[in-house]
């Protein structure tokens, strides 16, 4: 029930919709979203256009895509979009050498590296 907290404020927020009218959307979109999961084990293989099982399939979208993609954006916002007084102060650095190779590896290196891995990981490459 906690998971549906943050979209049910969303929809409060933006839309002004009634708490029980939000939550019962979210609730219902969680539920239609999560029927082929649960229906996967107990349909014959290739119900669902592919010979990959709902559940390998979304373990793909989650671990092999949108995980790669949060790291690299994350890496991306931290080294160009934060300040780095800021940032440098967050981390403790003082050495102005090791500022220089963390800021360089957050915008370079690390998404680079990211990219790498999760195209190799998809065996595109």
Do not use: K
């Amino acid at each position: 029930m906690a998971l549906l907290e943050v979209p049910v404020s969303i929809l409060l927020a933006r839309l002004g919709w009634a708490r029980w009218r939000a939550a019962a959307f979210v609730a219902v979109a969680a539920f239609l979203f999560g029927l082929p999961a649960a229906l996967d084990a107990w349909m014959p293989p290739g119900w669902l256009a592919g010979d990959r099982p709902v559940l390998d399939r979304l373990d793909l979208l989650a671990s092999d895509i949108l995980l790669p993609l949060s790291g690299i954006a994350i890496a991306i916002v931290a080294g160009w979009r934060w300040n780095r007084a800021e940032a440098l102060r967050a981390t403790s650095i003082a050495s102005s050498r090791t500022a220089a190779l963390w800021l360089w590896s957050l915008r370079v290196a690390l998404p680079i590296a990211i990219a790498l891995t999760m195209v190799r990981g998809l065996g595109l490459l």
